[in-house]
């Protein structure tokens, strides 16, 4: 299974980035999938979740009310939209794919079988 990360860039602070995420895999609709991402001198965070069905999601409390996470599976696209960016959400983030437990929430990076390559957000002042 590949993963490819898209929309990274350069945004000012209080702007708004939706990255997308696209699988190769036919079977994406069964994968919990989730994005992190990992700023230079701290490890990789959980930033947001959703299960299979999007029927639930999971934010980190850093980025609730600012950040949703959707998905396509007809496209085999998970999306990430940031609003309201701060100077704190600048990181390299990427997604990743659990293919397994496809109704639960998996928040550890230790759960995920597939990640991609990771785009970079930076946030200007």
């Known amino acids: 299974v590949q993963l490819q990360a898209s929309g990274g860039g350069l945004v000012q602070a209080g702007g708004s980035l939706t990255l997308s995420c696209r699988a190769s895999?036919?079977?994406?609709?069964?994968?919990?999938m989730g994005w992190f991402r990992q700023a230079p001198g701290k490890e990789r965070e959980c930033v947001a979740v959703i299960t299979w069905s999007s029927s639930s999601t999971y934010y980190a409390d850093s980025v609730k009310g600012r950040f949703t996470i959707s998905r396509d599976n007809a496209k085999n696209t998970v999306y990430l939209q940031m609003r309201s960016l701060k100077h704190e959400d600048a990181a390299v983030y990427y997604c990743?794919?659990?293919?397994?437990?496809?109704?639960?929430?998996?928040?550890?990076?230790?759960?995920?079988?597939?990640w991609g390559q990771g785009t970079q957000v930076t946030v200007s002042s």
């Open positions: 990743a794919a659990a293919d397994r437990g496809y109704g639960v929430l998996r928040v550890r990076e230790d759960q995920y079988d597939y």
């Open positions: 895999a036919r079977t994406f609709s069964t994968y919990v």
